[in-house]
């Protein structure tokens, strides 16, 4: 562990499924609750009229160079992300991101590609632009009470994890979760829930509860649990 790629799959006989990821760098992850992918930055092109422009980017080459913008970028900052091409030639492309140099605002950062893989579409200076995330599961933070969620849910870790550290996080299969402010009843639907953190409740038919996540089905309910206290889900993650 640790020396696996970010996202690694692992799947047990039963059919449960794990993801290799890291903990964020400043808060230990408590198992049963729910974990959050890492927002993405505005200034690297997660924002309409954010996106970077492109540098140098020739047919079959294996880095991609672009220009900052408003925020620096820090050396191999997104090691196992993706580049997105926005717009112009190339449109449409992902990349996988092997690694990449350290940039200051409006200084050229030169991407190196992941292992295999090399521009499909010359991409034009200037006029192309692009935007940059990091991987899903590099720095998984736990969803914060009373916010908006940052990022999609990572998973569920199943023990205690130290800042920074690697770990195997839950997607599919039976996992401890917590229990937000409602009672939950054996087979019930569950998404995340903001009104404590990292935990989960009934998805309801009312779309008044602002708090709630309901577009983010989590999984379901194996075991009815009561409120603040924790019990067992199905993860559907994937």
Not at 23 to 51: F, K, M, R, T, Y
Not at 68 to 74: H, Y
Request: aromatic share 6%; glycine share 10%.
């Amino acid at each position: 562990i640790g020396s696996l790629p970010l996202g690694q799959l692992m799947v047990f006989p039963d059919g449960s499924m794990y993801r290799h990821a890291r903990a964020d760098s400043a808060n230990v992850l408590n198992p049963a609750q729910v974990c959050v992918q890492e927002a993405n930055i505005v200034g690297h092109g997660a924002a309409a009229g954010s996106g970077m422009s492109i540098v140098t980017a020739a047919t079959g080459a294996s880095t991609i160079t672009i220009k900052s913008k408003s925020v620096a970028i820090t050396k191999n900052q997104y090691a196992e992300g993706e580049m997105c091409i926005q717009n112009s030639a190339g449109r449409g492309h992902v990349y996988r991101i092997k690694g990449n140099n350290s940039a200051a605002v409006s200084s050229n950062c030169e991407f190196q590609l992941a292992d295999g893989e090399t521009v499909v579409v010359a991409m034009s200076a200037a006029s192309t632009t692009v935007g940059l995330r990091k991987n899903p599961f590099d720095r998984v933070l736990l969803q914060a009470a009373g916010s908006a969620r940052v990022g999609l849910v990572a998973g569920i870790p199943p023990t205690s994890v130290s800042a920074n550290f690697y770990f195997w996080i839950c997607r599919r299969g039976p996992s401890a979760a917590r229990v937000s402010g409602t009672v939950l009843v054996e087979s019930d639907p569950v998404c995340s829930d903001t009104a404590l953190a990292g935990s989960v409740t009934a998805i309801l038919a009312s779309s008044a509860l602002a708090t709630i996540m309901e577009k983010d089905k989590l999984g379901y309910c194996m075991m009815a649990g009561s409120a603040t206290e924790d019990t067992l889900i199905y993860l559907t993650l994937e």
